[in-house]
């Protein structure tokens, strides 16, 4: 998932601590988060919505083998996806 917060990072308590109720995070970028969940897109969505404020922005998305590509990502998060996605 990628998303647009508008507040300090200090607002967004809620927010840190339901993504790390996820079987499986990690911080991907600075604006980026990959998640398994059981749920659809949807789900982790409306999941997350509680937690964000007016006018922040979240986008998630299926990361798949057969569409992703990515360079310049942490090291944790490209072991990440290699032990999740791959």
């Known amino acids: 998932m ?3 917060l508008h507040r300090p990072a200090c607002l ?3 927010l840190l601590e339901r993504l790390s109720q ?3 995070s990690c911080q991907g970028l600075d604006s980026s988060c990959f998640v398994v969940s ?3 897109a949807d789900d982790v969505r409306d999941e997350l919505t509680p937690h964000l404020h007016p006018g922040d922005g979240l986008l998630v998305t299926a990361l798949t083998p057969d569409v992703a590509s990515w360079t310049g ?3 944790e998060a490209r072991r990440w996806i290699h032990t999740h996605i791959s």
Do not use: V
Request: charged share 20%; aromatic share 20%.
């Open 12 to 14: 967004y308590q809620g």
């Open 2 to 4: 990628t998303y647009d």
């Open 22 to 24: 996820f079987p499986a």
């Open 38 to 40: 059981d749920g659809s």
């Open 73 to 75: 990502l942490r090291p």
